[in-house]
């Protein structure tokens, strides 16, 4: 089955700590992947995809396809990025499949 | 100014009654798509649909049902036959039909409440 996976429903950090978002994936074939941020009262929205390979608001994913896992990192987090994220996969029929989520909470 | 939109935010409904979400996009995409987010389970396809008169079940569909008679318009049904349909509803739209990736836009969702 393909699925997504994200094993903590909440990531507690402090300000300034480096942040680790894990994703796991289940997919036969080439996989494309997304994570998508929800921030307080505001829409769904795309973070970034890993066939871009680029670093939005601080914030890189690297596809490992031997480990089938997609993590989400930052260096130093920012009380701006709490939020709710989600990890994403394009699924054959144009559907994209969205993991759990997890929590963000970034403390001062 | 271009986007999504989903009406009514909120909504109340009484056992037994179908109610009808509505969701309609200025981007001219192609492609809409109906979730379901519940805490803990993420977000959940129902419906979607590639292009107009055309339209897919996606993995929880069975209580719903969808039209597409307008590229713009995308209408979910939530049925009396759903068994729990307290839960935050979100639009979404894509362009490129036959285009495999791609950002979905998302609607500000709606919270439909069954009492």
């Known amino acids: 089955a393909q699925r997504v996976t994200q094993p903590e429903k909440l990531l507690s950090v402090f300000k300034g700590a480096p942040v680790e978002l894990k994703c796991n994936y289940s997919y036969s074939g080439s996989p494309e992947l997304f994570w998508y941020v929800q921030y307080s009262r505001q829409r769904l929205q795309l973070l970034l995809r890993h066939i871009s390979r680029e670093s939005i608001k601080g914030f890189t994913a690297d596809l490992n396809k031997g480990e089938t896992s997609f993590h989400l990192k930052k260096p130093f987090a920012q009380e701006e990025d709490s939020a709710m994220y989600y990890c994403?996969?394009?699924?054959?029929?144009?559907?994209?499949?969205f993991g759990a989520g997890t929590i963000l909470r970034v403390k001062s | 100014d271009g986007g999504i939109t989903q009406s009514p935010k909120y909504l109340f409904r009484k056992e037994g009654q179908n109610v009808t979400l509505s969701c309609e996009q200025n981007l001219n995409h192609d492609a809409m798509y109906w979730y379901r987010q519940d805490p803990g389970q993420g977000l959940r396809l129902i419906y979607y649909?590639?292009?107009?008169?055309?339209?897919q079940k996606g993995d929880i569909a069975e209580g719903y049902s969808v039209s597409r008679e307008k590229k713009e318009s995308f209408p979910l049904t939530v049925t009396s036959a759903q068994k729990n349909p307290t839960a935050f509803y979100l639009c979404?739209?894509?362009?490129?039909?036959?285009?495999?990736?791609?950002?979905?836009?998302f609607g500000e969702g709606s919270r439909l409440t069954v009492l």
């Open positions: 994403a996969l394009w699924k054959y029929g144009n559907k994209l499949v």
């Open positions: 979404a739209s894509r362009e490129g039909q036959g285009i495999k990736t791609g950002e979905l836009f």
């Open positions: 649909s590639q292009i107009v008169n055309d339209f």
